[in-house]
């Protein structure tokens, strides 16, 4: 149980393009889903919490204009990138709140997005 | 504002070896702590979740605990194999940040044969 997809799992695209990457909850609903980005060397940096139906929460120094989400279900949550450069090369990471009784609202991660922008 | 510390940064140790991976953060009003395992280019693995009222948690050769008053956590491994190998991290959530985690920078163990 407790599983989170994300789509794709890499992808390469030219300078100005945009990309958008999916996050799924497979087993559970997500009322509150959470985009990290990671670089090379480098921990986990929560970039924004997004919450089905409302609009999401960006942390200090994220553009939202740059970096979309919308929440429109219980079990998917999408991020795009938009105006991509090679500076947004990262490893992109959602992960999903499962809020059960039993599991404490633990977030549950998905695999990663590999995001190289040329 | 919360800072979470990982200690080492790197560690590599030979097989069956017993080690120890350090987190310390510096606000002691968390929620709970969470170790998480990351292999090269993937996301994580929930290994351990500790809340704020226990002590400690074991899955298998893990034993994970906390000191949240010293703001101090271990991760204690037993008889390491070299599918351990990968980068160890520790997370935090505040009492009041809703479901926000705070990580560390992790420690980056090898194992060798």
């Known amino acids: 149980g407790a599983v989170v997809s994300q789509h794709p799992s890499w992808v390469i695209c030219k300078s100005g393009t945009s990309v958008k990457i999916e996050c799924r909850s497979l087993?559970?609903?997500?009322?509150?889903m959470f985009w990290y980005r990671q670089f090379p060397k480098q921990s986990l940096m929560l970039m924004a919490t997004?919450?089905?139906?409302?609009?999401?929460?960006?942390e200090q120094g994220v553009e939202k204009d740059k970096f979309l989400i919308n929440h429109a279900s219980l079990t998917l949550s999408t991020l795009t990138v938009t105006s991509a450069h090679p500076e947004d090369s990262s490893f992109y990471i959602c992960s999903a709140r499962d809020t059960s009784v039993h599991t404490y609202n633990e977030q549950f991660f998905g695999p990663g997005t590999r995001l190289t922008v040329l | 504002k919360q800072e979470v510390t990982q200690i080492p940064a790197a560690l590599s140790v030979p097989e069956g070896e017993n080690l120890v991976l350090n987190c310390s953060f510096t606000?002691?009003?968390?929620?709970?702590l969470q170790w998480f395992r990351q292999d090269p280019g993937k996301g994580l693995t929930s290994l351990l979740l500790?809340?704020?009222?226990?002590r400690e948690q074991t899955s298998g050769r893990l034993n994970a605990s906390l000191d949240k008053s010293s703001g101090r956590s271990t991760l204690y491994i037993a008889a390491s194999q070299p599918g351990d190998s990968a980068t160890y991290l520790c997370?935090?959530?505040?009492?009041?940040?809703?479901?926000?985690?705070?990580f560390g920078e992790g420690t980056q163990l090898t194992v060798n044969p």
């Open positions: 087993d559970f609903q997500a009322t509150t």
């Open positions: 606000d002691s009003a968390i929620y709970n």
């Open positions: 500790i809340q704020s009222s226990q």
């Open positions: 997370a935090v959530r505040q009492e009041t940040s809703g479901s926000r985690l705070t």
């Open positions: 997004s919450n089905e139906g409302s609009k999401a929460t960006y």
